[in-house]
């Protein structure tokens, strides 16, 4: 269980950690070792592999690939039950706490379990949340839930512990891929209050100030998705230090 004591390992040294995450519906096999190269190149942690709706095989195929380019772990954001591969390091075990879908509560869970057994992966119990942002996403559509309101705080912050309490290991603010509003600061800082756990922020971050103010108000894994897809440069914008002898 390398992958999570190195995550809060992290935490309690407040570094911060930027996962890159890669959808298998998106991403051309073909394109994947320039893609990666750049990861490799920037401060990027680890990569995420998932999406909301991925064809059976592809995610397998992808992580094959990614694999090949990279030492970075490689962990499995599955929106279904057929995103499980063994090929890659491990798996965000999510429960959708914000909803009230016992398929992506529960359901889904159970039916991943003889897949699970099969592989080596490391299983990360994570508290998913989704947070409204404005518009409709894959998330909610495919999920068939509700996200929790911005201005319920109260509510967001009571989800979040008590996925915690249930003995979760992260929990994971989403505002959706491709969101128009990002996760806000405040949201944040007073979710991180509630916790011990990592917490994971996602959907909607494109620039490195609003990575900036993830970290800021709390975050210790900042995940992005679309802002490289649309735009690779922006990794050029978060390239190592380089060290000189
Ligand atoms: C989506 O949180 C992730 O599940 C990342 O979102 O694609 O908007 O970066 P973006």
Redesign the pocket.
Known sequence: NSIYKNITASKAKDEKLLAV?IDPDKMNLNDASRFISKVNQSIATHIFVGGSEVDEGLTDSLVIEVKKYTNLPVVLFPGDVIQITDKADGILFLSLISGRNPDYLIGKQVEAVSKLAKTNLEIIPTGYLLIENGKETAVQRVSETKPIQRKDLQTIKDTAKAGELLGLKLIYL?A????THAIEPHIISEVKQQLNIPLIV????RTKTEIEAAYKSGADIV?????FEDNEAFFDKLKKQQIHN
Do not use: F, P
């Open positions: 995450l989403e959706g891929s491709g969101a996602g959907g909607g971050i995940v992005i998705g679309t802002a």
